[in-house]
């Protein structure tokens, strides 16, 4: 008998290599605001977090308030970015093509990401097909991740209990949301996340962790 009878997936570092694409973006529009970070500081501010979640933040550290029309400039670079280079991580595409027919479609892909980006990397990378109906965005939720919402939402149309599914997450972020949702955590850190990556993982609940997405069908056995 199978431990899980789903699998939801982050998309953003788990799915789709765009953490570096976006951040790249993000750390460009706020030195045009006068707040300076490197590309380590960006990532460990923002990875794993929307944008629009940090407005407060920003605006506290630019000064500058954040319009509609900032919003609209990022998420227009960003795109651009994601079009241009976006690729799926190393061995995503073969797990979720095996989980898929294993799970026989009970499969969803949970982003904390608006939907155009979400499904737009999906399409580029060869991955829609397999989640197509079930891309479920934080946007869209009362709450975003580190909070449930998006989780739970997408287990109820696939008739699953929290406790028989795994999710599967490459932040602290995302793994404490995937706790709160009462789902199983799995952490995919690869080596380039650094070397504090994986007990960060575990520390918000990750009941295990992995540095290789070839590995994932396995590990759910």
Known sequence: MERFDAVLFDCDGVLVDSEGIT???LRDMLQE??????REECMRIFVG???KDERELIERRTGHALTE??????????NEGLVARVQAIPGAVEAVAALS????GRI??????DRFKVELQLRKCGLMDYFEGRVFSGHEMPRSK??????LAAMEPLGVRPERCAVVEDTVT???AGVAAGATVFGYSPPEAGHDAPAALRAAGAVRVFTSMADLPGLLD
């Open 174 to 176: 995302g793994a404490t």
């Open 69 to 78: 029309e900032w919003f609209v400039r990022f998420r227009e670079r960003r």
């Open 108 to 113: 969803a892909c949970c982003s904390g990401a």
């Open 33 to 38: 605001l006068g707040w300076t970070l490197s």
């Open 101 to 104: 027919e294993r799970f026989q």
């Open 146 to 151: 580190p909070f449930p919402d998006v989780y």
């Open 23 to 25: 951040n790249g973006v």
């Open 49 to 51: 977090k929307a944008v």
